[in-house]
């Protein structure tokens, strides 16, 4: 989901989801104009797989796993490691930005797989179950969709409900911040690749970057940028209705 609302005179708030933000941004920008439409890329065998193995994982860890309430001294203790079960966490990442004269808010929720803090570092992993393994154990470091992923929830603060009432939301405090993009085989659920990183300053500027990007996009004030890869094309779920594929 994209929508734009106009808060005051020329002034305007860009709200979207975690997922169509990456996959805009991370994937092909052209899908800005078909989110801001309301199209959704239709569910395929593979999604359906990967929903059903995080839905598996989910409630692996409910069974064998018990978490206490986190207390507001525990939480505001940088010292203190805690940990909130999987899939418990909302994220709203709220940001402001200038455009000539003129201000505009852009707010991108979403929900973590995992959410820690250990010896002072704020930790978000997120799981993935690719339908090709293999280009995973080639790669050295994870796809730009996933890294813009982890570092919107990094930067995030964070509610229990998914609430938009800036009330409602409290950071984790932390000393840093750290991703882990954990690949799995979706059919056993072991881990086949983990990539690992520290929010670093060029990681900043390049969640920025993008950030901005994306909001004249979507304003209409730049052009999308295509990634004018044929393969990107043939494996998107857009592909049957795309009006802007080259393949």
């Known amino acids: 989901m994209i929508r734009i609302r106009e808060v005051s005179d020329g002034n305007y708030m860009i709200v979207s989801s975690v997922s169509d933000f990456c996959d805009s941004m991370g994937y092909c920008e052209m899908r800005i104009k078909h989110f801001l439409k309301g199209i959704k890329p239709p569910q395929t065998e593979i999604t359906i797989e990967g929903t059903e193995a995080h839905e598996r994982e989910e409630e692996y860890e409910k069974e064998h796993f018990e978490f206490v309430p986190i207390s507001q001294e525990e939480l505001a203790d940088i010292g203190k ?4 079960a999987r899939e418990d966490i909302y994220t709203t990442f709220l940001t402001k930005m200038k455009h000539g004269n003129k201000n505009l808010l852009i707010l991108i929720f979403g929900r ?5 803090r250990s010896k002072g570092t704020l930790i978000v992993e997120d799981t993935k179950y690719p339908n090709n393994i293999q280009k995973y154990l080639e790669r050295i470091k994870p796809y730009d969709d996933q890294k813009l992923q982890a570092l919107l929830y990094l930067n995030s603060d964070f509610t229990e409900n ?3 009432n800036p009330k409602d939301w409290f950071p984790i405090p932390h000393d840093e911040k750290a991703w882990i993009i954990n690949v799995k085989d979706k059919k056993t659920g072991e881990s086949v690749k983990i990539f690992k990183g520290i929010q670093t300053k060029e990681a900043e500027t390049f969640l920025n970057e993008k950030i901005r990007k994306f909001a004249l996009a979507v304003l209409g004030v730049n052009e999308p940028e295509h990634h004018k890869g044929i393969k990107k094309c043939l ?3 857009f592909l049957s209705s795309c009006e802007y594929k080259i393949c």
């Open 162 to 164: 998914g609430s938009f």
């Open 112 to 116: 973590a797989d995992k959410i820690s």
């Open 81 to 84: 490691d805690i940990e909130f």
């Open 235 to 237: 494996s998107c779920r």
